[in-house]
């Protein structure tokens, strides 16, 4: 099946630095990604729509201009948390649709904690 | 707006035991149901879907079936197994395409014994 990878895993920073978070569609390209926030024993929330070549479209209560999106191409987009706060800690997820469009592949998550 | 609601985890089974997770919801409309399941230490997978009402979903020995007079998408299987052990995610969508957004449920651990 399709791969979508994350780098890194798991980062820890300090308060008021900026997280980069990258999602790539190894083996197919992706014109929309999706990133998530879970938080522990919770469901994944959606964050944000990514489209290629435009502007991130926010989910209700997202900042846009904390939680960065850039889609510059088919097969990467990045998700920046900019000046991170110990209440930004979570795990991020994303997900791409196969050219298709009828099954969403998900990312193994980045674990993100700010000290 | 959409929800979707799964039964309180965590569950723990003995091999071979069969298994029922329960899981209903809430929406506008003719959604499409999933479940995805997440082995640890990796990204959600897809496990199975069902697009429209009295549908069955199947794969690796669970099913569930789209119930729309329950508004519910109960996923089973008649025999875990060790390997089985992971977090299970009921979702939904009430669009289609590639901007089609999910709907998560909360998720379950199961663990299953030896």
């Known amino acids: 099946g399709a791969v979508v990878s994350q780098h890194p895993s798991r980062v820890i920073c300090k308060s008021g630095t900026s997280v980069k978070i990258e999602c790539r569609s190894l083996d197919f390209q992706a014109t929309t990604m999706f990133w998530y926030r879970q938080f522990p024993k919770q469901s994944l929330m959606l964050m944000a729509t990514s489209n290629e070549g435009s502007k991130a479209t926010y989910e209700q209560g997202v900042e846009k201009d904390k939680f960065l999106i850039n889609h510059a191409s088919l097969t990467l987009s990045t998700l920046t948390v900019t000046s991170a706060h110990p209440e930004d800690s979570s795990f991020y997820i994303c997900?791409?649709?196969?050219?298709?469009?009828?099954?969403?592949?998900f990312g193994p998550g980045t674990r993100l904690t700010v000290l | 707006g959409d929800s979707v609601t799964q039964m309180e985890g965590p569950v723990t089974l003995s091999e071979e035991a069969f298994l029922t997770i329960n899981c209903t919801y809430t929406a506008t409309g003719y959604p499409s149901l999933f479940w995805y399941v997440q082995y640890p230490g990796e990204g959600l997978q897809l496990l199975l879907k069902?697009?429209?009402?009295?549908d069955k979903g199947s794969n690796k020995g669970f099913e569930a079936t789209y119930r729309k007079e329950t508004t519910s998408f109960h996923l089973e299987k008649g025999s875990v197994q060790v390997s089985d052990s992971a977090v299970y995610f009921c979702?939904?969508?009430?669009?289609?395409?590639?901007?089609?957004?999910?709907?998560f449920g909360k998720g379950i651990t199961l663990s299953v014994r030896p």
């Open positions: 979702a939904l969508s009430s669009s289609f395409g590639a901007n089609s957004k999910l709907t």
């Open positions: 069902a697009t429209k009402a009295d």
């Open positions: 997900s791409a649709f196969t050219p298709l469009g009828d099954t969403q592949y």
